[in-house]
């Protein structure tokens, strides 16, 4: 059976040791999608082409849907950055929501939280992010933070 990606973080930021939390989050580092997911929720570099919030969507029915998350990544790069100029907003809008209706609950919850930049589970923070994939993230530099 296939952990979906809102199960692996989830099961992650329960463990109370902070090392062995740290050792849990390392052993994902050919997990595609998990990686994928913590770049994409703490990079500053990377910004969301979508509106801010919730969209009106209804969450999938079906059981056993932990794999989908992996299927649609390679899809995910439609909403980042200019995305596919050639998209309208409002199929852009539409692509995204249909791609939350066909992901397991959770892991819809998990996509639209790193849409906002944010992880939900309490652990799983940008310092350990970076400290245990050095260099996934981009870092702001101090010149930058000061002017923003």
């Known amino acids: 059976m ?14 109370k040791d902070a090392k062995k939390r740290k050792d849990m989050l390392a052993s994902c580092v050919k997990n595609a999608a998990v990686m994928t997911i ?3 929720a703490f990079d500053p570099e990377i910004k ?13 029915e079906f059981l056993d849907q932990q794999g989908m998350l992996y299927n649609q ?4 790069n439609l909403f980042v950055g200019a995305g596919n100029p050639n998209i309208p907003k409002l199929k852009k809008e539409m692509l995204f929501i249909n791609m939350l209706e066909s992901l397991d609950p959770e892991d819809a919850k998990l996509l639209l939280s790193v849409k906002d930049k944010k992880i939900p589970y309490k652990g799983i923070t940008k310092k350990l992010v970076t400290e245990t994939f050095p260099g996934l993230i981009k870092e702001v530099k101090n010149e930058q933070k000061q002017k923003a």
Do not use: A, H, T, W
């Open 2 to 15: 296939i952990l979906g990606v809102s199960e692996i973080l989830k099961k992650i930021s329960e463990e």
């Open 73 to 76: 990544l390679r899809k995910l």
């Open 48 to 60: 969301f082409n979508l509106p801010e919030g919730d969209p009106p969507y209804k969450p999938c």
């Open 38 to 40: 913590l770049k994409l």
